[in-house]
């Protein structure tokens, strides 16, 4: 049985990086970014990096709200 990486435990050896298709440079794993919470949970994630994406989601608005409710509140 294949064991999916935790990415919140810092057990990848680089950042991970994830698309809603497969294609060229190694993508890591093939994810609909408007479920991020539903498949890390809730305040999973210190970062979120995005880039040359929201110009092609249908739901913009949808794919923000799961960026920010995957991360980590943070305290100061």
């Avoid at 539903?38 to 970062?47: A, H």
């Avoid at 913009?60 to 509140?73: A, H, N, P, S």
Wanted: aromatic content about 14%.
């Amino acid at each position: 049985m294949h064991r999916q990486k935790d990415y919140r435990k810092n057990e990848a050896e680089e950042l991970p990086s994830f698309d809603y298709m497969p294609g060229e440079g190694g993508v890591d794993e093939v994810w609909d970014a408007r479920y991020l919470s539903e498949k890390f949970g809730e305040n999973s994630f210190d970062v979120v990096l995005s880039t040359e994406m929201l110009e092609y989601v249908d739901d913009w608005r949808k794919v923000i709200t799961e960026m920010k409710r995957v991360l980590r509140l943070m305290e100061y």
